[in-house]
């Protein structure tokens, strides 16, 4: 069978034979995203209203956001939460300047995660930086230099973000077992589920939907084999999370939004702004 070797055709910024609305996607994820951090550091550098139980108006409830989890120490001014690692802030961190949120020192791990996601990667390289805008749509640049070189190299940390990713869901699981225990007034606790326990165990759930379909997670479950065929047991737990791969893009944005959500429900709770519904 013969072959016509066919031109490439170098194209300007923006330029494509695409009639469709190919720029939809890549707004919608830059303005999902954009949204998300500039709320996410809104939060982090608030350094108040994490926990629920502050509120004379939800004193009974015991619910934690996912963005101070684990807290580390509660915010110098702020009553003890009962949930803190240290009670104030350790003298191995004193050094830092208060600004400086609990939740400022742990957030590196799940953003390290979601920045390192394929996914996520090639989302934002399309919506931030137009690298490319969307599929056969002309770059800004005329050379590719992929992720083989710095600084796009160091993205194959994700695999280790990973492992805290997954460390995570213990402690946030951890945090919706307490979520499960209001305080009765007396100085103890009664079980029950309030909404706030609800959407806390949901945000798990999603969270670890979107870490075991990770495509780094489908390497480790094959047994970090290339051929996972070759190892029967490695090639059933392949098969199981890849499961989850297929809608990894769903997860992702599913995940996004439960973490924000759980934080603004927590957050209204503990300001007072609006009471926890208690359903037993
Ligand atoms: S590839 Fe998306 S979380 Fe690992």
Redesign the pocket.
């Known amino acids: 069978m013969s072959q016509a070797a066919l031109p490439l055709k170098q194209r300007g910024w923006g330029q494509t034979m695409r009639r469709d609305a190919w720029w939809v996607q890549p707004l919608a994820v830059f303005l999902g995203l954009a949204a998300f951090l500039v709320y996410a550091n809104f939060r982090v550098f608030e350094g108040a209203h994490y926990y629920s139980g502050h509120s004379e108006r939800n004193a009974a409830t015991n619910y934690l956001t996912p963005f101070y989890s684990p807290l580390l120490f509660d915010v110098p001014g702020v009553r003890p939460s009962g949930h803190a690692w240290w009670s104030e802030k350790p003298a191995l961190l004193a050094w830092l300047p208060g600004w400086v949120s609990p939740a400022a020192l742990i957030l590196i791990f799940p953003a390290g995660?979601r920045f390192t996601?394929?996914?996520?990667r090639g989302a934002y390289y399309k919506a931030f930086w137009a690298d490319p805008p969307s599929c056969a749509v002309g770059e800004p640049r005329k050379g590719y230099r992929g992720e083989n070189s710095l600084p796009l190299i160091l993205q194959n940390v994700?695999r280790y973000f990973?492992l805290f990713a997954v460390l995570f869901l213990f402690i946030l699981s951890y945090d919706v077992w307490h979520a499960l225990w209001f305080k009765d007034g007396a100085g103890g606790y009664r079980f029950g589920v309030g909404l706030g326990t609800l959407i806390l165990a949901t945000n798990v759930v999603l969270l670890t939907g979107?870490?075991f379909g990770?495509?780094?997670?489908r390497h480790l479950m094959g047994g970090g084999r290339d051929c996972v065929t070759k190892a029967p047991l490695g090639h059933g737990f392949y098969e199981c999370v890849s499961c989850l791969n297929r809608r990894?893009m769903l997860w992702?944005w599913l995940s996004l939004f439960s973490v924000a959500f759980s934080d603004v429900y927590v957050r209204m709770l503990a300001a007072g702004v609006w009471a926890d519904w208690r359903i037993f």
């Open positions: 995660f996601c394929y996914y996520y994700h990973l979107y870490t990770c495509h780094s997670m990894h992702a």
